[in-house]
């Protein structure tokens, strides 16, 4: 089915951004997407994010709405609501974060107030931005600390964090980041938050899917609020979501609405509720541990090929490679991966001494080519593309980067993503 039946109302009607979604389809198809925060969503999901429900609004939650015509729309958003509370056993769910960023300030509305500490992971050392790093807003409203992890094994460091919740006595603590390899800890972070009497919020963005999937520990049942986006591993559309326990429905829902937006997008809820249907099927708990086993594959056949991996290795979907052995700059390697069919973002690593927009690592994940079928046994090729990539970066080889891009568009032929057209 060629893009003009696809899609032919758009084509007839704005044919420039067609060929735009058209184009992007096709590099989504002939690419290898190695960043660890993007999936390919299911066919299912992206019918349900593209329908009339677009058009209502729906301000307030179901059964208390500020419009009327919400017959459908509340059943709709319950109905996300009960998969999500199912899925992932909590108390409490509220799906209508726009996204993870704004999913987090309706925390802080909810738990904090201008001026008071909060404490998360520091950026640069795997955390968000949004846990109280300096140039967003958390940072400049709130007064960050940060924690991390430490120089020799690349782990966080527990006993640091105690020390600094005990000392700092935070209003928030958050878990969780962008560019941890390793599995968190979520009963530590729970005693230390009991002890310096903070609320716990686990950030688990990137690692929802396999939360689901029992491929990663629940922080259910130990932490105060569950933050996630349900576009990562979970594989939904771009949205968020906050889960939490019965005492603080009301807080963290007052703080979603009226206190930081106003009409949730509600074709978005639709595909929220389709994704976590999805999830809850058997397919997703192998999925989850087939994320986790080729990226345990991949960690392997890479520190086979010479690269040093931050913590040594990966417990969950993301590896994080520090270039610098290698000596070509994460940003300069990225490019070259680009040119060669293969999608990754540079990164710093934690005690990078390079700057963050030029830094010394790449960070890399699984979570979609698992989506389109490859398994533990294309690793070593996938490590292969990867190690002789850099190695053309070194010594700026187009044509090598180009034979690669070949090779990598074959084997993407043989694995459609979910979603996409079929070449
Ligand atoms: C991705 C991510 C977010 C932010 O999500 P957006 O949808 O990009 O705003 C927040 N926290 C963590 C840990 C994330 O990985």
Request: a negative charge; hydrophobic letters at 45%.
């Amino acid at each position: 089915m060629t893009a003009h039946h696809r899609q032919p109302a758009l084509f007839a009607t704005d044919p420039e951004l067609a060929a735009l979604v058209s184009a992007e389809e096709t590099l989504q198809a002939e690419t290898l997407r190695l960043i660890p925060s993007e999936n390919y969503v299911s066919a299912a999901v992206l019918e349900a994010s593209g329908t009339v429900l677009q058009n209502k609004y729906s301000e307030g939650y179901p059964g208390r709405r500020y419009y009327e015509g919400q017959q459908n729309i509340d059943r709709v958003e319950a109905l996300a609501i009960e998969r999500a509370k199912g899925l992932f056993g909590v108390d409490h769910a509220n799906v209508q974060p726009y996204s993870g960023s704004p999913a987090n300030l309706a925390v802080y509305l909810a738990f904090a107030k201008p001026g008071d500490t909060v404490m998360g992971m520091a950026l640069p050392m795997g955390g968000h931005l949004t846990h109280g790093w300096g140039v967003s807003a958390t940072g400049s409203w709130f007064r960050g600390v940060q924690y991390g992890v430490r120089p020799d094994t690349g782990l966080i460091d527990y006993d640091a964090v105690r020390a600094l919740a005990l000392a700092e006595r935070p209003k928030i603590i958050f878990c969780g980041g962008t560019a941890l390899p390793r599995t968190i800890d979520f009963e530590a972070f729970a005693s230390i938050a009991e002890e310096a009497g903070s609320v716990l919020v686990a950030d688990v963005a990137h690692i929802a899917g396999l939360i689901a999937g029992g491929a990663h520990p629940s922080p259910a049942g130990h932490v105060d609020v569950i933050s996630t986006t349900t576009h990562k591993t979970l594989r939904g559309p771009r949205g968020a979501m906050l889960m939490c326990k019965e005492e603080h429905a009301k807080a963290i829902d007052k703080a979603v609405f009226p206190g930081l937006q106003g009409g949730p997008h509600n074709q978005t809820t639709a595909g929220i509720a389709v994704a976590l249907h999805e999830a809850a099927q058997p397919s997703f708990v192998s999925y989850a541990h087939a994320v986790v086993a080729n990226a345990k594959a991949l960690a392997a056949a890479l520190l086979e090929r010479g690269f040093d991996l931050v913590s040594g290795g990966t417990d969950n979907h993301l590896i994080l490679i520090d270039l610098t052995g290698k000596d070509v700059p994460g940003k300069v390697a990225a490019k070259a991966l680009d040119r060669a069919g293969i999608v990754v973002n540079y990164n710093t690593v934690p005690f990078d001494p390079r700057k963050p927009f030029d830094p010394s690592g790449i960070r890399i994940g699984t979570p979609s080519l698992t989506s389109r079928g490859l398994t533990a046994a294309h690793m070593p090729v996938v490590a292969d593309w990867i190690s002789r990539a850099v190695d053309a970066a070194a010594k700026a080889d187009e044509p090598a980067l180009a034979a690669i891009r070949s090779e990598v568009a074959d084997l993407m032929a043989a694995f459609p993503a979910p979603g996409l057209p079929l070449a």
